[in-house]
């Protein structure tokens, strides 16, 4: 399921470009009464009414299977309109996220546990088909937060097989045809089996590559961090350098100027002296006269 056009919700009414990228504003603006969504409400409709169907006049009536049959055939199809739809005119809903799937996989589930219960297929066929569903449901759950597992070309092809021999088994087929319908279940068995083991391989790798990607990230960050706090570190030594040499130029000009001043009261010392000897002088001169 994938999104509306803007009109649906409300918005400015812009009719969507055919096949365009789903944005974030079209998943806002989706509406829950669109086309895709009422498609995969009729399919979950569908799984009770089809069980009926089967089950009525005792389950093994042609004629009432035939009516069964017609009703799982529909929700296939419906299947397979929601999706196109979704994805061409980007009709996306948190709901239609949650019940496409649950859909899928409601009427499948309900068709084999139903043709188990009647004796038509047997049950490991349908523990391995349930138990393979449930399970790869559980592992997207579980690297949904390091990525999306993608649908496979061989998962289509088993949805396709599944659908199929299902559908046979439901008819009242005898002769050839019976036999038919068990090789053509043989072969959605195996790529059930196959498809399962290659999601579990998918969801491993992806799930390494995302705890590879965390832990690069964590150590960047502290990497960054830890550059911060040398270059914090750093100022603050320069800071403390320049102080330190402000104080001690201050104390060597002080120094500088004291000398200075004593400099200068012995010039001035001297200048006296000098003075005193002058008129020594003068006086002898005077007195030997």
């Known amino acids: 399921m994938t999104g509306v056009p803007a009109s649906a919700a409300g918005g400015s009414g812009a009719k969507p470009v055919r096949g365009g990228k789903l944005g974030t504003a079209a998943v806002n603006q989706a509406s829950l009464w669109n086309i895709a969504n009422i498609l995969t409400m009729v399919r979950l409709l569908l799984v009770p009414g089809f069980v009926l169907l089967l089950f009525h006049n005792g389950g093994y009536d042609p004629a009432w299977r035939s009516f069964a049959w017609a009703a799982f055939a529909i929700a296939m199809i419906t299947d397979l309109f929601d999706g196109h739809l979704a994805r061409t005119y980007n009709l996306v809903t948190d709901f239609g996220k949650i019940a496409d799937p649950i859909a899928d996989k409601a009427i499948m589930g309900a068709a084999l546990i139903s043709l188990s219960i009647l004796g038509d297929l047997p049950w490991w066929i349908t523990g391995v088909i349930i138990a393979r569903e449930l399970g790869i449901t ?36 005898t002769g050839p045809l019976a036999t038919l319908r068990f090789w053509v ?38 990497a960054e961090a830890t ?63």
């Not at 579980?142 to 439901?170: E, N």
């Not at 969801?203 to 964590?218: F, I, P």
């Not at 130029?249 to 400099?263: E, Y």
């Open 185 to 222: 279940m043989m072969v959605a068995v195996v790529l059930t089996v196959v498809t399962g083991l290659d999601y579990v391989r998918q969801a491993v790798v992806l799930r390494r590559k995302g705890l590879a990607a965390e832990r690069a990230a964590e150590a960047e960050r502290a």
């Open 138 to 173: 559980l592992m997207r759950f579980w690297v949904i937060r390091h990525a999306v597992i993608p649908a496979s070309r061989g998962g289509k092809l088993k949805t396709l097989a599944q659908g199929t021999a299902v559908g046979m088994y439901v008819l009242a087929l």
């Open 227 to 289: 550059e911060e706090a040398l270059r914090a570190a750093a100022g603050t030594t320069i800071g403390a350098g320049a102080a330190s040499g402000a104080v001690a130029g201050s104390a060597a000009g002080a120094v500088a100027g004291a000398t200075d001043v004593r400099g200068g009261v012995t010039d001035v010392r001297g200048a006296g002296a000098d003075v005193r000897g002058t008129a020594e002088a003068r006086d002898a001169a005077e007195a030997e006269r």
